[in-house]
């Protein structure tokens, strides 16, 4: 395969990705009362909790594992 061309099948499989909106952020944002997180109310969803830190760090090391991809086809690229 050519380089012209791996690189757009990596294009089209990154405009397939789905927009993701991640459940930490969403809880942040819910439990933010004057700029300030209410701890009270987020210890009473302490599982939400848990598993909104869980979907984050997957997501995140996803994330890394696409980065590097992407970082090593532009080596290959800059070496051609």
């Known amino acids: 395969m050519k380089d ?3 690189i ?3 294009i089209r499989a990154l405009r ?3 927009p993701k909106h991640l459940l930490i952020i969403e809880l ?3 439990y933010t009362k004057d700029g300030k997180l209410d701890y009270e109310a987020l210890a009473e969803i302490q599982p939400e909790i848990d598993a909104a830190i869980v979907e984050a760090k997957m997501y995140g090391a ?3 594992r696409a980065v590097n991809a992407l970082e090593q ?3 290959i690229s800059s070496d051609v």
Do not use: C, S
């Open 62 to 64: 996803h994330t890394m």
């Open 8 to 10: 757009e099948q990596v």
């Open 73 to 75: 086809l532009e080596a």
């Open 16 to 18: 397939r990705v789905p």
């Open 4 to 6: 012209a061309e791996y």
């Open 28 to 30: 942040a944002n819910r």
